[in-house]
């Protein structure tokens, strides 16, 4: 390629030609994220605006479906309800239980390859499988924790779990516990090992036992990685649909409905496809306000307006 005589127009030839070659990597990106994203989007919010069964012809009707949303339907406070306590009754605990196990496994141990592996097994199975396993074991009648009970002497206990108001709402909690305490525990693992083990020989030296080196080191040491299980747990809440679904299909009498079953529910049962759209959006704008409040306080483990620039 001859070069031009003309300076000016070299450079602008060749900035021509390199924002060509950023534009062919990136173009591809930005469709298919126009198009799976921006797009569905977009059209769920459209369609949250009309009356309409998934078939035939929208009718427009305007804030109707936002008003009936916030003032008549309880099942829809019912299940932000829901959502709450979940968050509360799984983040925490999966934290709790995840350090504990990860400052446990992170000595020196025999098979401790073996048990990471063991406990973070169950995040890799399907939730609908651990759905219809849990049902198993939840069974009053068959089931081995009902026998596990009766064989000690606690027959009060057995009851119904899934089929209680009171209780299935925490019995399922108690599966999604048990499910992703082992993720919990492999983030810990890593921020455990990024502590130098200066910092653990100079507390040492200092006469710091156990249990201090684990509260006064360890865990704030772990500040970035508990608030990153924080954010990802409550996008974990909102999206929560499979292990419910599985196990009580948010009953007995929407006790356990999640926004998620309440969408499913409204779309594909009461083919309201409108009125699930409108319930779609306002878990939307939730999950983006939840996210940007998390993203603003957990940049570098400090507020965001305590940072330097």
Known sequence: MKKPGNTREYAADTAWQRQLEVGSFIGPAVFLFALFVIYPIVYLVYGS???WSGVGT????????YLKLFTDDWIFRVALKNEVLWAVFTIFPQMFLGFILAVCLNRPL?????YRAILYMPAVISPVVIGIIWQSIYDPYMGPLAHFLRSIGLDSWVRAWLAEPQMALFAIIAVNIWKWTGWSMIMYLAGLQ???EEVHEAATID??????????IMWP?????SLTLILLGIIGTLQEFPLVYVLTKGGPNHASELLTTHIFNEAFSMRNMGYASAISVVLLVIG?????LQLHYTGNGEPARGRKE
């Open 49 to 51: 605006f009309f009356k």
């Open 58 to 65: 929208m009718q427009w009707c305007g804030w109707a479906n």
């Open 110 to 114: 025999f098979g401790r390859n073996i």
């Open 194 to 196: 990024g502590i130098s």
């Open 207 to 216: 006469g710091a036992n156990v249990f201090q080196r684990v509260t006064k």
């Open 221 to 225: 040491m772990c500040r970035g990685t």
């Open 288 to 292: 983006v306000v939840a996210s940007l």
